[in-house]
């Protein structure tokens, strides 16, 4: 088992950015595929960005693409999503999440979970 914790959200304007880390401990975090996802009020969660074991590949969801950036230190057991140009409709709670089987866009995929950090992003 893996557990999560995530840290890094809050509250800035339009055109901002933010860091958030997830810090893993428990197992063996470059056994996991790492993702992000989110979830906005009213809304589903939905699939953010994912990192392979070793970081070698990335996928983005073309809402995010080209804006935020994610990265893993398997010697810190800690994935990052760095987000550029935030905007309104980025406003959510971010979940990291941990799968050891799949690099996967579906969150049914993925067994472990952090409990959230709130990013909220001003007009």
């Known amino acids: 088992q893996v557990q999560l914790v995530e840290s890094g959200g809050g509250l800035v304007q339009a055109g901002g950015s933010l860091r958030l880390s997830c810090a893993a401990s428990?197992?063996?975090?470059?056994?996991?595929?790492m993702g992000w996802f989110r979830q906005a009020p009213g809304k589903e969660r939905e699939f953010v960005t994912v990192?392979?074991?070793?970081?070698?590949?990335?996928d983005y969801a073309d809402s995010v693409k080209g804006r935020f950036t994610i990265s893993r230190d398997n010697a810190k057991n800690t994935v990052y999503l760095q987000m550029n140009s935030l905007k309104p409709e980025d406003t959510a709670v971010y979940y990291c999440?941990?799968?050891?089987?799949?690099?996967?866009?579906?969150?049914?995929?993925?067994?472990?979970w952090g409990q959230g950090t709130q990013v909220t992003v001003s007009s």
């Open positions: 990192i392979s074991w070793r970081g070698g590949n990335t």
């Open positions: 428990g197992s063996t975090f470059s056994s996991y595929c």
């Open positions: 999440a941990a799968n050891r089987g799949f690099y996967s866009r579906d969150y049914a995929t993925y067994g472990y």
